[in-house]
């Protein structure tokens, strides 16, 4: 069963660096040839997908983030991480990390980590 | 971006009775080179992660009860749950994938 795990710190000063990790268990992150994302919600909101990567290293990201964001895959762990730059309060969100369901740039996603939150603050 | 507007924004229903969600997208999320309808819908309860109930407009994820229902195309989509549980008190998202994804604001649903 494949399963997915987010870490990293779980508060971060504003104008900072958000770093996180998704550590993926169950399968190789090579062998469905998907692509691999991360998804968010702030407090009392939606969610909101913020970008994908596939593991030969191809991203994509939402375009009202893309001057922030940068996801990278390390295929040697079976992990994959996401940095947003310069957080602010808007930033604070569970961040999960999860798979798209096919091998499509834009998919539905199948399987999710457990999500983490992420509290921006000094 | 397309955006996708869920209606009602909550709403109560009785146990064993049947809940309706509409989501409308802004644009036509049907690709016509395979008739596939790109638009998921999730099930979303407090501390727990999303979980995929139905994609492309109509396909019930494994595991996924029967009285999870999906249907619609081009721009208008409704999830249906023909029994409400008491365990289907969630809030429910759709989700388009025809383009950069992006979610509808989520329906609450919850026991009348």
């Known amino acids: 069963q494949l399963q997915l795990q987010e870490s990293g710190p779980g508060l971060v000063k504003p104008s900072e660096s958000l770093s996180l990790t998704c550590s993926v268990s169950?399968?190789?992150?090579?062998?469905?040839?998907?692509?691999w994302g991360w998804i968010r919600q702030a407090p009392g909101k939606g969610l909101e997908w913020i970008g994908n990567?596939?593991?030969?290293?191809?991203?994509n990201y939402n375009p009202s983030l893309k001057s922030r964001v940068t996801i990278s895959v390390d295929t040697s762990k079976n992990q994959f991480s996401l940095k947003l730059n310069s957080v602010t309060a808007a930033d604070t969100a569970v961040y999960y990390c999860?798979?798209?369901?096919?091998?499509?740039?834009?998919?539905?996603?199948?399987?999710w980590g457990q999500g983490t939150l992420v509290t921006v603050s000094s | 971006d397309i955006v996708m507007t869920q209606s009602p924004d909550s709403l109560a229903v009785s146990l064993g009775e049947r809940a309706t969600i509409n989501c409308k997208s802004s644009r036509s999320v049907l690709y016509s080179s395979n008739s596939g309808n790109y638009l998921a819908w999730y099930q979303l309860k407090p501390g727990q992660p999303p979980k995929l109930l139905i994609y492309w407009a109509s396909t019930r994820e494994s595991g996924v009860p029967d009285r999870f229902s999906g249907s619609g195309s081009g721009t208008d989509f409704t999830l249906t749950i023909s029994s409400l549980q008491a365990e289907d008190v969630a809030v429910y998202y759709c989700q388009q994938y025809y383009s950069t994804p992006t979610f509808g604001q989520g329906t609450k649903v919850e026991i009348k």
């Open positions: 990567i596939h593991y030969s290293g191809t991203t």
């Open positions: 169950g399968d190789s992150i090579t062998s469905s040839n998907s692509y």
């Open positions: 999860a798979r798209h369901g096919q091998q499509l740039v834009y998919s539905y996603f199948d399987y």
